[in-house]
């Protein structure tokens, strides 16, 4: 069966560490990788796009990895914040008879402490 | 441009009723997505629109629910007869194509009771 898989467990860090965040997944062949974050009470927010053929991407203190043959993605932030305490969801968007069909992850929750 | 806008925010019904929420798209978005997510199931996507015609509702849970675009700034999602396992936070997203970037919406936290 097709499966997104985030880290139940909450990530603990200390601020001005690097978090890593890790999507694994099984049985797809995604076109495309995104990571988005959420806050409590509020709707996931886009962060990073990475496509099949990509294998990093940056986006100020974001880094994403995106490896198919392991078919796994990792998300860094460095020099965390705690102002980036929340949940991060990957989505893989599938190809679907000429769509690209978005299924996310259940997240990773990250807190970084001062 | 305001985002995705979603009415209500927050709905409380007893089972059996009829709840309808609703969601107007970011201007020029031709893709229409709407999630229930909950702390069992996570985000799933139930259907989504494309250029307001449904591409895609394999994850409508069943004929209880249905989902309509009249328009291309308005859709709404329909549940009747509403269950106390229909509570959950529905959101709606919409973008320029089926994979890209989505908004979403700040989403309807239902009650079903």
């Known amino acids: 069966s097709q499966k997104i898989e985030q880290n139940s467990e909450a990530l603990n860090i200390q601020e001005g560490k690097t978090a890593t965040l890790t999507c694994n997944y099984t049985n797809y062949s995604p076109a495309y990788l995104q990571w988005y974050r959420q806050d409590p009470g509020r709707g996931p927010v886009f962060l990073l796009l990475?496509?099949?053929?990509?294998k990093e991407k940056r986006k100020e203190r974001l880094k994403v990895t995106f490896d198919t043959t392991l078919k796994q993605s990792l998300f860094h932030i460095t020099a965390s914040q705690p102002a980036d305490s929340a949940t991060y969801l990957c989505?893989?968007?599938?190809?679907?008879?000429?769509?690209?069909?978005?299924?996310f992850g259940r997240g990773t929750s990250l807190i970084v402490h001062p | 441009d305001a985002g995705v806008i979603q009415s209500p925010r927050h709905e409380v019904t007893e089972m059996g009723q009829e709840v309808t929420l609703r969601c107007k798209p970011i201007s020029g978005h031709n893709s229409l997505f709407w999630y229930r997510q909950t702390m069992m199931r996570g985000l799933e996507l139930l259907i989504y629109f494309n250029n307001n015609v449904p591409i895609d509702d394999s994850g409508m849970p069943e004929d209880r629910f249905s989902a309509k675009m009249p328009n291309a700034s308005f859709s709404t999602l329909k549940i009747q007869p509403s269950e106390p396992r229909d509570s959950a936070v529905y959101f709606c997203?919409?973008?320029?194509?089926?994979?890209?970037?989505?908004?979403f919406g700040p989403g309807t936290r239902l009650t079903v009771l």
């Open positions: 990475i496509r099949e053929n990509e």
């Open positions: 989505a893989l968007d599938i190809s679907s008879g000429g769509s690209y069909i978005p299924t």
């Open positions: 997203a919409s973008s320029t194509g089926s994979g890209d970037t989505q908004y």
